[in-house]
């Protein structure tokens, strides 16, 4: 079954610094990866996904990821962090089921704190 | 980017009640819908996948009896959470895709406290 991890509970930061949130996966062929966004009390957002192509995707707010096949990585990064980057951050496996369907797994969750 | 609206977002009840709790893609027809549980400080826990015209697929270990999907329209799929307990209090969120391939859409959430 395809899996993230998240090993980080928590992310510190000072404004203005660069800001990494780790996620490593496990799939079987190629994997859809996604990272999502979630302010206090409020659903998730879609941030950037990788699919094929290029490595290094950028997505909203500034934010990209690498994706890594070796280390079977899919890093979320931004060069210069906000204060208003603090929220919860996941990141997400396609699983495509043997019947056609699909669902999304999620990792557990990565808290960003950024600091002014 | 697509738009998903979920409402309430947040109901009180009282044990025993039943809360429905709708999920509208606004502009763009969704086939699929998921249901996600969400206990505080935790992750996504997928309930179901429900489809447009059949009955939905639940994850093992949650109660179909109990939390009643449906998926009537291409737009629209409700969940019922029947003769809710306080444990059931949670936060609740509905998403959408448009494709196999594509990212999913999420509603606001709804937050279901039962007294």
């Known amino acids: 079954a395809q899996s993230v991890a998240q090993p980080e509970d928590q992310v510190n930061v000072a404004e203005g610094n660069p800001l990494t949130v780790k996620c490593t996966y496990s799939?079987?062929?190629?994997?859809?990866l996604f990272w999502y966004v979630q302010y206090p009390n409020r659903g998730l957002q879609f941030l950037l996904k990788?699919?094929?192509?290029?490595?290094l995707v950028k997505g909203s707010y500034g934010f990209e990821a690498e994706f890594n096949k070796s280390q079977t990585s899919f890093h979320l990064k931004k060069p210069s962090a906000l204060v208003s980057d603090s929220a919860l951050y996941f990141c997400?496996?396609?699983?495509?089921?043997?019947?056609?369907?699909?669902?999304?797994?999620f990792g557990a969750g990565t808290r960003l704190f950024v600091k002014a | 980017g697509a738009v998903v609206s979920q409402h309430p977002s947040r109901v009180i009840c009282k044990s025993g009640t039943s809360v429905k709790i709708e999920c509208r893609s606004l502009?763009?027809?969704?086939?699929?819908m998921f249901w996600y549980r969400q206990f505080p400080k935790q992750s996504l826990m997928l309930m179901a996948t429900?489809?447009?015209?059949?009955?939905?697929?639940?994850e093992q270990g949650v109660e179909k009896d109990k939390f009643l999907i449906n998926h009537a329209s291409l737009t629209l799929s409700t969940l019922t959470v029947t003769s809710a307990h306080p444990e059931d209090s949670s936060f609740y969120i509905c998403?959408?895709?448009?494709?196999?391939?594509?990212?999913?859409?999420f509603g606001e959430g709804s937050r279901l406290t039962v007294l």
């Open positions: 998403s959408a895709s448009r494709g196999r391939g594509g990212e999913l859409f």
């Open positions: 799939v079987s062929g190629n994997p859809y």
């Open positions: 990788y699919i094929t192509g290029d490595n």
């Open positions: 997400a496996v396609r699983d495509m089921l043997a019947a056609g369907g699909f669902k999304t797994i």
């Open positions: 502009d763009f027809q969704a086939t699929t």
């Open positions: 429900s489809n447009e015209g059949s009955k939905a697929t639940y």
